[in-house]
């Protein structure tokens, strides 16, 4: 790995944020590294360096991509620096910018979601989801093919999808927003990204928690985004997007319990698994939406 990517010395220097899969660094005033836990991901972290450009090429406000590089054991991207705060700190900061900028989302969602992979840019929105379904051991043959016929039916579609779709990965700028994280970029169904919101905001583990809040936002705040969000980007023309949301957001459900569930509560990863075996075993409807 060193021989392919030089390496950077960060040596007395503090990540300014931290995620799950990453931390990032400011180089300069222009640029930073984001640098990943796990230096076997690198054949994802070329892709997403591809996507960030791919993006740009169609017009979608992101941050430039310009290399790989490493610092020690660990692999990175060095990417434009966007000087602006996420949606989340934004709408923290005041209540009152909820309902307008869950609007602009929507609008910037319905933009993304405009586009059409017809040159296969990017990998199916479904990969690690089909992944999951076969790794299953709690339903029945017969429950993962209902899963793989939904899931059949979502890569019918090849519209452009963020795959991490919430907030904090939205920022704000005087000149409008951008989105950054692009690691789960990929084409299929925008049903994705919309489930992503209800998922961080009403199912999530916070959610299952009771501690109702998602990196600083109130109940309410939350609510007035998802309204604001939900009646700006649902219309006549994308109604099958609404009606494939119920199963989607079970099956990001189900795929976040597989990859991450170890992290949580055992009660948490038992009601997703509950849910599961409800509507693909038993055949019963998918949990009600804030809808």
Known sequence: MSEKYRNIDLTGMKPFTSGNTAQCYRLDNDKILKLYFDKSKTVFLEKEKQNALSLLKNYIPAPISYELVTSGDKVGIIYEMIDGKSVSETIAADGSQAAPLGRKVAALAREIHSHVDTDG?????TFFVRRSIGDLTYVSDKAKQRMLDVTDRLEEYRNFVHGDFHPN????RDDGL???????FSHGCPAFDVATILFSFYWSPEAFEKTNTFNGLSPKQMDDYWNAFRDEYFGPDNKDILELLPAVLLLKRMNFEQFSGPRFSEEYCQSIREDVIK??????PCPALPI
């Open 178 to 184: 951008y989105v950054i994280d692009l690691f789960g």
């Open 169 to 172: 990965n939205i920022l704000v």
């Open 279 to 284: 509507v693909f075993e038993e055949g019963q």
């Open 121 to 125: 840019l990017f990998r199916e929105s």
